[in-house]
Each structure stands twice: as C-alpha cells, then as structure tokens.
C-alpha cells in the first residue's frame, strides 16, 4: 500500500500537463470586442455569464454589495486582478440549531492566483465562534486553485470544544423517537487533499484526513440508576470494542476529481463531481482499520441570459464505511461534510450511520435589481443506513435495529434571503429559515450552501 501511494505521485508529478491554453488577454477585454444585440448572443459565443452591456459583452457583475455600503468595496470596476485579496468577513451573533446563541467572526476570503480568464477564484472559508453552550469551534476551509487551475488543494482543518445530541444510528423509526442524549467531546480533524489536473477539468490526487475525538463523555447518561440510562455511542462503542471516551480515524486518500464551476464560491454553471477513498489502517493511528468512499456530484443550471446568478442547483451526496468498523462519531452524520452544509431543516448530528445518501435541489435568484438582495428556495431529502447490534451490563440491554440506506428518507426544505457582501467574489451572507420533521430552524451563513 505504501508504495503504490508513493508510486501513484510520482506518476502524477512526472506526467505532462493538459490544461487550459494559457490567455494573456483579460476576460473582460476579450469580451468587450464581441458586439451583442442581447446577452443570449453573448451565452453563444462566450460562455454564461457573459451579458450584453451597450452593445458588447461583459461579465455580469452585480452593481451593489454590503462593502460599497460602507465603503469598504474595490473602487475598480470588472474582474480582480490575480493576488488580489477579496475578503467578506462579518461578525456572528446569531442563532444556530446545534450551538444555541453564538458569537464570533464568519466569512469567506476570495483570490485569482492566475488570471481570470484561464483560472476559477480560490477560496478560503472560516469561522471562530463561541456559543451559549460553551462551544468553540475553530474551522478552515480550503479550495485553492493554481494558475490556469494546474493543481487544486483541498481542506478542512477543525478545532472544536464541543458538545451535541445524539439520537443513534439510521433514519429508522427508532432513531426518529429517541430521546436526545447529550454528548460532549474534542475533536482535531486535518483532511487535506492535493489534486493535478491531468485533462483539463478532470483531477487526480492524494490526501491525509485524520479525525481524532477525545474527551467523549454520555453526560446524561447515568449506568446506575434503578432505569440505567445509556447513549448509543456507548452502546455502540462496547459492542464493536472501541473505546467510549476516545477513539481516532487516520487514513490515506485516492481522490478523483471533475471541477467546470466558474466559481468556488458561488458558481453560475459547470459541474462538480468527486470520488474519495481512504484506507484507514492501523498503523497510521486509527483505532480500528477500516475503509470507506465519498463521493458527489453537483449541477449548476442557468435559468437567466440576462441575470446570470439566476440557477437551479442540484446536489447529490454519498458516503460510507465499505470495510470494517469505523468510531461512532466519525460515522457519516447529517452536518458534518466538509462545510457543514448538509441537511438544512435538521439540528447538526440529528441523523446518523454507516452510510449516508443525501440530495438536494436549490433555486437561486436576485430579488433587487442592482443585485444586493437575493433569495433562495430549497429542498433536500436524507437517508442513513444502520446495522443491527446489541450491548449489554448490568440491569441494561442496548438494541439497534437494522435499517436500509434507502428503507427511510425523511425530508426538509425552506427559503431564504442572501445579502450580497463582496460582488467582486459572489459571496452573500445567507440567511435561512428550514423545516423538518418535527423540526424548525434559522441558519446564518457567509457564503452558498454547495
């Protein structure tokens, strides 16, 4: 295994190169030779996202966004130079779901490391918050692309405090009853992953993802009672011999990845797909060796010649353990991907298992002409699978049925508004209002959900 990995790199960096042809001309001054009667002519001979502006093409740009209300905006019109930084960085004091009332810093950082004509805007998205349930969450996420988008580094670095419910495993009617139990743990988590385009959008590479969780303790869970009350991680934990107050996941990477999106931070069209595997053995630290996939795929739809931020998205997501038995907490969970966006409309850790399938559909549009309001419908729908176990101690049995990944499916959806804060990188501050079953919740983003 090691070195096939090291034989695999080495075959990445010595293979020639196929990207996009290098255009020293700027988008903008490429565009605005081609004349138009109106911005379909321009879809047809540039690109979407390209509209009509007396007579000739330009990119679209919104006309207003929070940073030219207070005067914080980039005086210079039209697309950002490369090194360039464009930041969108706001205070949190909100409401979410999983942490109660918080407060801290959100936001999103946006750079052309090439130019803009051969290279997608890279981004870094981060927050630090502390919430009224003595939270700190600490978490960097990375999508960096090079210049004419040759490589691409993707992270998701964490550091939290933290404590969350937990319901068990699946999205089966035992899951959807139980009662609440309430754990606290720590968690350092280091995904990186390095990727090399090896034919225009289509990438190959490997990463290093380590979940480590310690300090986990059922807090209402108490063993002695005349009823003992147990948690399911706890359960879960004995019957598959880990331990119930620690346990880590530390694995290799085989990355694939196709990435047309315009945008990393708000794409107006292309498409995403990636497929992730990791081997996690042993002797690279896990508690238990294991394996397991990841993979999406994402569609971008314009519905607007003239309003190019107008798009229909899809998102379908997979993941799963394929081998072995991997640590409660590090099963896939609703919340918990790379920028916490799945599963709007339920509390972050509310479903749980050992695979999760999850779709959802979004309709974006600008509600204000000059573009500083937009809005946001939603649907999205999850299904997480669950063996069958049992743990038992003294005056206690623990029992988890066996459900299918696709046996139940629970839905939510909503709406929201997005403020525009820095038109140069598209990037909103989302306000959104979900629904579930038998839940209800406000979430406050910087950036879109995928």
């Known amino acids: 295994m090691r070195f096939g990995a090291a034989f695999l790199l080495a075959a990445l960096l010595a293979a020639p190169l196929v990207a996009r042809p290098v255009d020293p001309v700027a988008e903008e001054a490429a565009e605005a030779a081609v004349p138009c009667a109106c911005s379909a002519d321009c879809v047809q001979r540039i690109h ?32 950002p130079p490369p090194f360039v930084l464009l930041p969108a960085v706001l205070p949190a004091v909100g409401y979410n779901p999983a942490m109660g009332a918080l ?33 700190l969450t600490i978490q960097l996420s990375t999508t ?93 934990s004995l019957a598959y011999g880990f331990s119930p107050h620690q346990a880590t996941l530390s694995g290799a990477t085989l990355a694939v990845l196709f990435d047309s999106r315009d945008s990393t931070i708000d794409p107006y069209r292309g498409y995403y797909g990636s497929a992730t595997f990791t081997v996690n053995p042993t002797w690279l630290g896990s508690s238990q060796p294991s394996t397991n996939l990841e993979a999406q795929f994402r569609v971008y739809a314009p519905l607007s010649d003239d309003v190019p931020r107008n798009v229909l998205g899809f998102w379908l997501y997979y993941r799963g353990v394929t081998s072995g038995v991997a640590p409660y907490l590090t099963l896939p969970s609703i919340g918990w991907d790379q920028k916490n966006r799945t599963g709007r409309g339920y509390v972050q850790g509310r479903w749980r298992g050992t695979q999760e399938l999850y779709g959802e559909v979004e309709w974006r549009f600008r509600i204000t002409d000059n573009g500083l309001l937009g809005g946001v419908v939603f649907a999205n729908a999850q299904s997480f699978a669950a ?39 598209r990037t909103n501050v989302a306000l959104d209002f979900a629904f579930g079953e038998s839940s209800f919740g406000v979430w406050f983003n910087a950036g879109e959900y995928f």
Not at 49 to 78: I, M, N, Q, T
Not at 156 to 180: C, E, H, I, V
Request: charged share 20%.
């Open 387 to 425: 063996p069958a176990f049992q743990a038992s101690g003294p005056g206690w049995t623990y029992a988890s049925e066996k459900v299918g990944v696709l046996a139940f499916i629970r839905p939510a959806g909503g709406f929201g508004l997005r403020f525009m804060m820095n038109r140069d990188s």
């Open 103 to 135: 407060f801290g810093l959100t936001g999103t950082l946006g750079m052309y490391l090439g130019p803009a004509a051969t290279t997608t805007i890279s981004s870094l998205q981060g927050v630090a918050l502390y919430s009224t349930m003595s939270q």
């Open 144 to 236: 960096v692309l090079t210049a004419r988008n040759e490589w691409e580094f993707q992270g998701d670095w964490r550091f939290l405090l933290f404590n969350q419910k937990t319901y068990g495993l699946g999205t089966g009617p035992q899951a959807m009853s139980a009662a609440a139990m309430n754990e606290d743990f720590n968690l350092v988590r280091i995904h990186q992953t390095v990727l090399r385009s090896v034919f225009r959008d289509l990438y190959v590479g490997l990463g290093y993802r380590l979940d480590r969780y310690y300090d986990v303790q059922d807090t209402n869970m108490d063993l002695s009672a005349p009823e003992p009350v147990v948690g399911p991680d706890y359960a879960y």
């Open 48 to 79: 979407h996202g390209s509209v009509c502006v007396d007579g000739h093409c330009k990119p679209y740009e919104d006309a207003w966004s929070l940073l030219d209300w207070v005067g914080l905006a980039r005086e210079e019109k039209g697309t």
